[in-house]
């Protein structure tokens, strides 16, 4: 599980007001992604960011689908979403 205290992680370089940190479940089972919007503008994120297949991933607290084909994931104003894509 990519909760696992020993799952690696990564921080992901997102610009000023954002954060993003992608995790991998040791045995290789679970990735995810959060990302926080700390401002009070709608962010885009671009899917140069993201992992080449986001679009299948499923977001985790409102279970929406993203699609990164159109090149950026929005982000609500002070929004945090969690995606994670199981193996």
Request: aromatic share 10%.
């Amino acid at each position: 599980m990519a909760f696992h205290p020993a799952a690696s992680q990564q921080v992901l370089e997102l610009g000023d007001g954002l954060f993003g940190i992608e995790r991998m479940a040791p045995d290789g089972s679970q990735r995810l992604i959060a990302l926080f919007n700390f401002t009070p503008s709608i962010q885009e994120v671009t899917c140069t960011h993201m992992p080449r297949d986001m679009d299948t991933w499923t977001e985790l607290i409102g279970r929406a689908e993203i699609n990164c084909k159109g090149g950026s994931v929005s982000l609500s104003p002070y929004a945090s979403c969690w995606f994670s894509k199981t193996s």
